[in-house]
């Protein structure tokens, strides 16, 4: 069953307040911790931080009847041994995914569905990329970047072959993102420093102004960012004191946060897409399922328990390929 987006963004559902928050002065030291659980440490970490996790995206049919998907065969698999995680689909053929490479260093990677051979798009070996998209406009490629030497994440656009790489907005550090239609808005998983009293909050940030405004929105995000198909919004979750995540619908304009439904218990990772009917259908995974919302419920789409440990999702522009992180 599809949420069409004049449901989602209904009166009658309850918007969570925002207060205006200072952006930190340049200078601020990085001393939060990484949101990105999975993420590689940097080579001069503690020799007991673990290594990055074994982690490989696979890839599935899926085929739809009107709103509701079903889960089809594996069609290909991406990531050589160690850490590939965080697949994006591109409009034409390709999966965008983060790498790590043998210093536990990442970078950004083009796997090409019609031939299945990988490209890399990033080389910097003494930093780190990941979490890459494609933005709506102004450049070829966004992501995370992480300086030598500590966590301070921002969000950077790039042009074609990572040509002119420019941070979008001073706000670090953070973890996740997704930008407005219009670039105007970024949403972003900020790193507080929960060990003293300062959670990850959700962050908006209207980079229109000088200096950028940014308004924090809540508390203890997901990592899960997808924008909406208009692009006036964006999918994430918040997770209760219990560690329980629920969907939400931000709205960037009216900085307005609309919580949706409950994700499956144990689970904050679900990827969202625009139907041809103008719905937007969500899947998840739980209990070795690939799981849709139809409205009313978690109701299973196809068996993935050959899958252990699964986590990210994605699905391509045309709604016929599903990927999804799992351990090696």
């Given at each position: 069953?599809?949420?069409?987006?004049?449901?989602?963004?209904?009166?009658?559902?309850?918007?969570?307040?925002?207060?205006?928050?200072?952006?930190?002065?340049?200078?601020?030291?990085?001393?939060?911790?990484?949101?990105?659980?999975?993420?590689?440490?940097?080579?001069?970490?503690?020799?007991?931080?673990?290594?990055?996790?074994?982690?490989?995206?696979?890839?599935?049919?899926?085929?739809?009847?009107?709103?509701?998907?079903?889960?089809?065969?594996?069609?290909?698999?991406?990531?050589?041994?160690?850490?590939?995680?965080?697949?994006?689909?591109?409009?034409?053929?390709?999966?965008?995914?983060?790498?790590a490479g043998e210093n536990g260093n990442t970078d950004i990677w083009r796997y090409d569905l019609a031939s299945g051979e990988s490209a890399q798009l990033t080389d910097t070996p003494d930093a780190s990329e990941y979490s890459p998209k494609v933005p709506p406009s102004e450049g070829a490629l966004s992501y995370l970047y992480q300086?030598?030497?500590?966590?301070?994440?921002?969000?950077?656009?790039?042009?074609?072959?990572?040509?002119?790489?420019?941070?979008?907005?001073?706000?670090?550090?953070?973890?996740?993102?997704?930008?407005?239609?219009?670039?105007?808005?970024?949403?972003?998983?900020?790193?507080?420093?929960?060990?003293?009293?300062?959670?990850?909050?959700?962050?908006?940030?209207?980079?229109?102004?000088?200096?950028?405004?940014?308004?924090?929105?809540?508390?203890?995000?997901?990592?899960?960012?997808?924008?909406?198909?208009?692009?006036?919004?964006?999918?994430?979750?918040?997770?209760?004191?219990?560690?329980?995540?629920?969907?939400?619908?931000?709205?960037?304009?009216?900085?307005?946060?609309?919580?949706?439904?409950?994700?499956?218990?144990?689970?904050?990772?679900?990827?969202?897409?625009?139907?041809?009917?103008?719905?937007?259908?969500?899947?998840?995974?739980?209990?070795?399922?690939?799981?849709?919302?139809?409205?009313?419920?978690?109701?299973?789409?196809?068996?993935?328990?050959?899958?252990?440990?699964?986590?990210?999702?994605?699905?391509?522009?045309?709604?016929?390929?599903?990927?999804?992180?799992?351990?090696?």
């Amino acid at each position: 069953m599809r949420i069409t987006l004049s449901l989602l963004l209904a009166a009658g559902l309850a918007a969570c307040s925002a207060t205006e928050t200072e952006t930190p002065e340049e200078e601020t030291p990085v001393e939060a911790a990484a949101a990105e659980t999975e993420a590689p440490a940097e080579e001069e970490a503690a020799e007991d931080v673990p290594a990055p996790p074994s982690q490989d995206i696979y890839l599935y049919a899926l085929s739809w009847d009107g709103d509701t998907p079903a889960l089809g065969d594996q069609i290909g698999r991406i990531g050589d041994e160690g850490y590939d995680n965080q697949p994006f689909f591109t409009i034409d053929g390709g999966v965008l995914y983060t790498s790590a490479g043998e210093n536990g260093n990442t970078d950004i990677w083009r796997y090409d569905l019609a031939s299945g051979e990988s490209a890399q798009l990033t080389d910097t070996p003494d930093a780190s990329e990941y979490s890459p998209k494609v933005p709506p406009s102004e450049g070829a490629l966004s992501y995370l970047y992480q300086p030598p030497g500590g966590y301070a994440g921002n969000a950077y656009l790039a042009d074609d072959g990572n040509a002119n790489p420019r941070a979008a907005h001073a706000l670090a550090p953070v973890g996740y993102y997704e930008f407005s239609a219009d670039l105007r808005y970024v949403a972003t998983f900020y790193l507080g420093e929960p060990d003293s009293g300062n959670p990850f909050t959700l962050q908006l940030i209207d980079r229109s102004t000088a200096p950028e405004t940014v308004t924090q929105i809540a508390e203890n995000p997901g990592r899960t960012f997808w924008r909406d198909p208009r692009g006036t919004g964006v999918y994430h979750s918040l997770a209760d004191a219990d560690g329980n995540h629920t969907v939400h619908y931000l709205d960037f304009r009216a900085a307005e946060d609309t919580p949706l439904f409950a994700m499956p218990e144990g689970v904050e990772d679900f990827v969202s897409a625009g139907l041809p009917t103008d719905g937007v259908a969500f899947l998840s995974t739980s209990n070795g399922q690939l799981v849709y919302w139809n409205g009313d419920a978690w109701t299973e789409a196809g068996d993935i328990s050959a899958l252990a440990g699964a986590t990210r999702l994605a699905i391509s522009p045309d709604l016929s390929v599903i990927a999804i992180v799992a351990e090696e």
